[in-house]
């Protein structure tokens, strides 16, 4: 029993892990509507952007990971201007299709510039913290910190701020915000650094409480794209519950199943959710 | 590698890829379908081959299935499967439009990927089945690479007759017609989800033979060959070549082949050095189908008017 | 009196927001074999929405369709389609990817569709029958001329009469017409006339949507007039012509007599 409850606290570490790495996703989801494939890869670019000022250049860690989140925010806006804005009318299957070929030029970049091998971010070994018989690090309960921030503060952002206002008016129906005045440009523009700066946070994380290899992106996005359509075209709430539901069933699978059968259950859950409930837990058909 | 042997394997792998990619023609330009686990079918045909052609395990083996039968059983069985594959994960995800399409389809292939690793008892997980049985070209007197070079180009050549055959029908109307407007289709009674269940299946089956010849030439099936990796290598060699015609796709393929085996076959001075040459290849590759994706879709992505 | 072929029973259809079709009660009328309905009613009445209804494109919220005696709620609309029933769109929809010929040859109900014939090549035989059927059809029609030419070069007129041609081939049992002379030139429209009462006369049970009602009155056994989703008046052409109520529906919003 207790190892059942060690797994299920794990699994709501990766499900904090998750959630930031998918709000993103979800943003860009529902504001410029399409699916954003070359998003995980951003996940890559802070955390070695990170890596790098931290072990290369001898940052201190949080200075990196700032600067790293920042990059990463500007890179995701420069990708969004130049290379999608133009071909938005072609539709988001295109977008889609092309979004493989921007992930293919980010995750090359970071291959030539990183190379190959293991690294880890020069930062203190964790420690361990143990209650009622379950152990957890210092690292795992930042990431779990970070998530309930971030999800707060967004929920903040777009509840309060004429801004995010003005993003749910667009994600609702663009058409209609466009006619009443609202600058869908600037809007856009937002979003994706919104969007990539979140990217950046997941993947600091990421560097924080794992080891990196350059293609640890591409492995995250069939989790990411498990989250996101579990959590359908809808709110905030949505995407919270399914990266818990995701980081927790994965987590808590290797009671039952081998261990490298454990990002099956994102695969599972993406072809579960299509088959039987496209719009995901939010409920809405998508527009 | 020598100049000649740099053109032979071009058009070994190229031939044999351009299969790959004329599936994808037939199933996205035509069909409108987006499939992003096209590596899978591959996948199937050339584990069906290795398995149907192994000898059956024996000592420290930890794979459970070997059926010791001959080359060209294990070559129909490829097809098979690719077929059975394509017919259970096609039949329930087709009614699915667009972007959902296309990941079902890639959860399937990484499903596929990871029960393949995994399940030591079905080839062996990770490490593969090695010394695969093959026709011996020596037997007739036959260069081996060059044998098996006309292999794959006779393999891709059937493939595109069949398939212009396939599409040069009523049934290519009929297809044509529920990718231009399914709603009007179905007021002449046509059934979307069926035809488009048909050309997907029956683009399927090339590419399982298209696995078994790579296991033939390449002797090893090992998971690590069949990543995603694949599927978008032949999405990009699509968009090269343009989809309208059935050339383009093949020639698109070969182009891109081409590309890397060259770069492959540069010298380098240091590990390092090859590392970043095909990061680099892959950065250009990238950039190349954004460019074409932005450039060509509505003349080439979408077959709206017919000469 | 001939059996009723088709029934529309209480149908109701409900959008968030917008009860397109049901009016106060559910809409409800019938047609017997071989009749001439015309339905007819203010632009947003709901006329398209229940043709969608019968062909199957929409599912009723309440209320069912049924069609020689089968409920047809749970059949798809190409399955309806092949129980004999044929309709046009508002929007006339052709298939650009195919030629004018093409575009016709692929209505019909054609044995040699599928793909292993295909692969066979065992088709070409009965291509050429069905060629000749298709010419046929784009006779009747007036587009013979413009077998050979592709879909963007036809008018919008035009391509309804395709549209109406592509029904042809498949000698449906019954033909919903959604506004066939709407961008129509006269000429085309006089064919038209013709070819609707030759289909009526063999005994084909037709029911056509239109804003002309000069040209639908004049064919037409009976008419339909439907308004904001709700049945408004029904009868025979001139007792609906001259009937207050309908009359005053009309000068409320556009007719185009």
Known sequence: ?287 | MTFSSLILTTLTFGAMFSVLTLSLNLQYARGGMINFGTVAYFASGAYAYAIFTQDPPSGLDQYAFGLGLPWYVGFLAAGVASLLFALITGWPTLRLRGEYLALTTFAFAEVLHSFLLNERRIGNGSVGLSNVERPDPALIGVNDMLAYAIAAVALMLMTAFFFHRLLNSPFGRTVDAVHDDETAAQAIGKDGARIRLQVFVLSAIPIGFAGALYAMITTLVAPAMFTAELTFFVWIALALGGQKTILGAILGTLALVFFQEAVGAIPFESVRAAQIAASVEEVVTGILFIIVLRWQPWERFSRRTKA | ?257
């Open chain 3, 1 to 257: 009196m001939s059996e009723i072929v088709l029934s529309v029973e209480k149908v109701v259809k409900q959008f968030t927001g917008l009860r397109a079709v049901g009016g106060a009660d559910g809409l409800s009328f019938s047609v017997r074999r071989g009749d001439f309905l015309g339905l007819i009613g203010p632009n947003g009445a709901g006329k398209s929405t229940t043709f969608n209804l019968i062909s199957g494109v929409l599912k009723p919220t309440e209320g069912k369709v049924s069609l020689n005696g089968t409920d047809l709620s749970g059949l798809r609309a190409q399955e309806i389609a092949g129980m004999g029933l044929g309709r046009t769109f508002q929007t006339p929809r052709a298939f650009p990817s195919l030629g004018v010929l093409d575009n016709i040859m692929v209505g019909a109900q054609n044995p040699n569709e599928g793909p292993i014939t295909a692969l066979l090549g065992s088709w070409r035989g009965g291509d050429a029958k069905l060629r000749e059927r298709a010419e046929s059809s784009l006779e009747r029609v007036g587009l013979i001329d413009r077998r050979h030419d592709l879909v963007a070069n036809l008018s919008g007129g035009e391509l309804r009469m395709l549209e109406v041609a592509r029904q042809l081939i498949r000698a449906p049992r019954i033909l919903l017409l959604d506004e066939p002379t709407a961008g129509v030139d006269p000429s085309l429209q006089v064919r038209l006339t013709g070819l609707l009462r030759d289909l009526h006369e063999a005994g084909t049970t037709l029911i056509v949507v239109e804003h002309n009602l000069t040209f639908l009155f004049d064919l037409a056994d009976r008419i339909v007039v439907l308004q904001n989703g709700g049945l408004l008046a029904e009868g025979e052409p001139e007792a609906v012509r001259r009937d207050p109520v309908v009359v005053s529906a009309y000068l409320g919003s556009e007719n185009e007599a």
């Open chain 1, 1 to 287: 029993m207790t190892l059942f409850l060690q797994f299920f606290l794990t699994g709501i570490v990766t499900g904090s892990f998750l959630i930031l790495a998918t709000i993103g996703f979800s943003f860009t989801r529902r504001v410029e509507g399409f699916l954003n494939i070359a998003h995980a890869e951003l996940l890559g670019v802070s955390a070695f952007t990170t890596w790098g000022l931290n072990v290369l250049l001898g940052w201190h860690v949080v200075a990196a990971a700032i600067a790293g989140i920042v990059f990463t925010a500007f890179l995701g806006l420069a990708i969004g201007r130049i290379v999608y804005d133009p071909i938005r009318r072609l539709g988001p299957s295109v977008l889609l299709i092309t979004s493989v070929g921007v992930a293919y030029a980010i995750g090359g970049t970071v291959d030539a510039l990183v190379g190959t091998g293991i690294r880890t971010l020069d930062i203190p070994l964790a420690t361990s913290y143990r209650f009622a018989g379950l152990r957890i690090t210092d690292y795992q309960m930042i990431v779990v910190a970070f998530a309930v921030i971030a999800t707060g503060a967004l929920a903040l952002f777009l509840n309060k701020t004429s801004m995010g206002l003005a993003i749910r008016a667009i994600s609702a129906n663009p058409e209609l915000a466009a006619s009443r005045g609202i600058d869908v440009k600037s809007t856009s523009r937002i979003t994706w650094l919104i969007s990539s700066g979140l990217a950046g946070l997941a993947g600091v994380m990421l560097a924080v409480v794992a080891t990196l290899s350059t293609d640890i992106a591409f492995h995250q996005i069939l989790q990411i794209l498990a989250v996101a359509i579990l959590a359908g075209l809808g709110s905030l709430y949505a995407v919270i519950a399914a990266g818990l539901i995701v980081g927790v069933a994965m987590d808590v699978s290797v009671f039952w199943i081998p261990a490298g059968y454990r990002p099956l259950i994102a695969f599972a859950v993406v072809i579960l959710v299509l088959l039987f409930r496209p719009e995901g837990l939010a409920g809405r058909k998508s527009r």
